[in-house]
């Protein structure tokens, strides 16, 4: 039905930004596969499967983001996932269609810690997920800290954080729209502009007033613009360790060299490389995943991914004894050197046969 309530453009733009978030995570599930290794008397394997339920969480506070709902359950359905289902607080027509589009099984309308707890231990039609992904305020964080020993998290999502790494050869005026475009998220969002031109941090201030003076989320990103700031570095060797040392969420690279100088970064949740890969194009569809890791948290762990939703399963099959030995023998040994008796006179057993 909300589908039907949206206009003929909506609705397929709807299905484009879709369909590439798809094709994406469909190239990422095409590059995992299973594993079969021989070792003495058999065989090991890893098998990899899906949670079999997964609860995409998607902000509906200050905006509704559709975007979230077709990021979190678009990718849930490409891992496999049989039982999806969508939590956001008053959802409108273009999360609902996108929730449909994405193949959600059903949407709860609800937001805040409550619809977490929804999630992590079930409420009426909704059976307790196995999984719970999607960002959210300060309060959904909290929520997912505490279920996490219940079910599974994908992150602890903060407020959202873009660094700007620039030269000279930079465009001010784009580079400030990049920075306001991340500011009018949320007032306490983190934008931060490194660069090797001191000169730059002038001209994108005064674009920074020119992109405030008629925005209608101004108020907004002047209370995150006042989290962030600008860090003037001597070098670009400087300028990487500075955004190493920062782990951003969001990395946007507008140097001479961006190419180049790309490989050379190590810690962030998603990398744009050059002025023409706008933060926003990723946070709108281009294909990769706009959850991302937050507060540094880029130096141990990625993105929302297919992977996400996958475990890796080990197998081991004996199906010949006496090829076994030393495998049943080494095992006797680590049983008594690590004080379990009980360990090694369970594998002294596969000696009698």
Known sequence: RAQKGLSVDDRARLERVASRIRAFAVAQRGALGSVRVPVPGGIAEHRIAP???AGCYAPGGRYPLPSSVLMTAVTARVAGVRDVWVATPKPQTLSLAAAAIAGADGVLAA????????LAYGAGPIAPRDLIVGPGNRYVAAAKRLVAGAVAID?????SELVVFADSSADPATVAADLVAQAEHDPHAVPVLVTTDASLVERVERELARCLADLPTARVARAALAHGGAIVVSSVDDGVAACDALAPEHLHLELRDADAVAPRLAHYGALFVGPGAAEVLGDYGAGPNHVLPTG??????GGLSVYTFLRV???LRIDDRAAALP???DAIWLGRAEGLEGHARAAERRLRS
Not at 111 to 118: K, R, V
Not at 296 to 301: E, F, L, P
């Open 51 to 53: 949670v079999e339920r």
């Open 111 to 118: 937001g805040g810690a409550q619809a977490i707890a929804a």
């Open 155 to 159: 992150m602890l999502a903060g407020p």
């Open 296 to 301: 540094g948290t880029a130096r141990s762990t």
């Open 313 to 315: 399963r080990t197998w």
């Open 327 to 329: 495998l049943i023998e």
